[in-house]
C-alpha cells in the first residue's frame, strides 16, 4: 500500500510525549519553546504516565518543517529528558477516553474503528474506549455529536 504524499509545509497534527525532570519550571521552558515559534497546544496533559513523573503529553499542529524546529529546540533543553513525537495518526500514537452519556441514550463507537471498548451507556455506565489516537479522537467526535455530556481522553503511549 502506497503512504500518502504529505506535503512538508501543510500543517498537520501532531502528538509528542516529553519526559522532563520532575521540577518548576519544566513545564514553562517546554511551553515557551512552542510560544516563541508561534505554535499552540491543542490538548496537553501533565503527570505521571506509567509511574514516571514529570510526563507531558501534548499535541499541536505544524508544518514538518516548524515540527523539527520544535524537536531540536525541546530536546536541547536541559529539563527534557526523552522526546517522542510523531503524526496524530501513527498507529504508534495510543490513547484512551471515557464517555458519558445522558441517562438512557445508548452509544457505541462507530463501525469501522479498530478500538476496544466496554461499558454500557445506555444502564448510565461510562464507555471506555482505548485504541490509536486518531480513532479514540474519532469516537470522541461521533459521541460529542450523539450528545455526550462527558469526554475524556488521554494519551497513554507513544513509541
Given at each position: ?12 497534527s501532531w502528538v509528542a ?11 514553562m521552558a517546554l ?5 516563541e ?5 491543542s ?9 514516571r ?15 523539527r524546529l520544535?524537536?531540536?529546540?525541546a530536546e ?9 513525537l510523531?503524526?496524530f ?6 490513547a ?5 452519556m ?6 457505541r463507537?462507530p ?7 466496554s461499558?454500557?451507556s ?8 482505548e485504541?490509536?489516537?486518531a480513532?479514540?479522537?474519532?469516537v470522541a467526535s461521533?459521541?460529542?455529536?450523539a450528545?455526550?455530556l462527558?469526554?475524556?481522553?488521554v ?5
Open positions: 500500500m502506497n503512504e500518502p504524499v504529505v506535503d512538508p509545509s501543510a500543517p498537520r510525549l516529553v519526559q522532563c525532570l520532575d521540577q518548576p519550571g519544566a513545564l511551553a515557551s519553546v512552542f510560544a515559534r508561534g505554535v499552540n497546544f490538548s496537553l496533559a501533565t503527570g505521571a504516565l506509567d509511574g513523573p514529570g510526563t507531558i503529553a501534548l499535541t499541536f499542529d505544524a508544518s514538518e518543517r516548524r515540527c520544535l524537536r531540536r529546540a536541547r533543553l536541559t529539563v527534557v529528558r526523552s522526546l517522542v510523531r503524526p495518526e501513527d498507529p504508534g500514537a495510543r484512551a477516553g471515557v464517555v458519558r445522558p441517562p438512557g441514550k445508548a452509544f463507537p463501525a469501522g474503528l479498530d478500538v476496544v471498548w461499558g454500557d445506555a444502564a448510565g455506565e461510562p464507555v471506555l474506549v485504541g490509536t489516537l480513532e479514540v479522537a474519532a461521533a459521541a460529542r455529536e450528545g455526550a462527558t469526554i475524556g481522553t494519551v497513554s503511549e507513544v513509541r
